[in-house]
C-alpha cells in the first residue's frame, strides 16, 4: 500500500519534515516514491 508519510530531517532538536509518497512496507527513512513538499514546524 502507497502512503503520504512525513520523512524526518534536520538536526537533533529541530527537526523539518519532507513530505513524501512511499510504500507501506518500507521504513520512515527509507526509499521513498516521490517528495511532494516539507513541512517546517519551528
Same mark, same amino acid.
Given at each position: 500500500? %502507497?502512503?503520504? &508519510?512525513l520523512r524526518r530531517m #534536520?538536526? $537533533? $532538536?529541530? =527537526? !523539518? +519534515? &519532507? %513530505? %513524501? %509518497?512511499?510504500?507501506? @512496507? +518500507? =521504513?520512515?527513512? #527509507? @526509499? !521513498?516514491i516521490e517528495e511532494i #513538499?516539507? +513541512?517546517? =514546524?519551528?
Amino acid at each position: 500500500m %502507497v502512503k503520504i &508519510r512525513l520523512r524526518r530531517m #534536520g538536526a $537533533k $532538536k529541530a =527537526p !523539518f +519534515y &519532507r %513530505v %513524501v %509518497v512511499a510504500d507501506s @512496507r +518500507y =521504513p520512515r527513512d #527509507g @526509499r !521513498f516514491i516521490e517528495e511532494i #513538499g516539507y +513541512y517546517d =514546524p519551528t
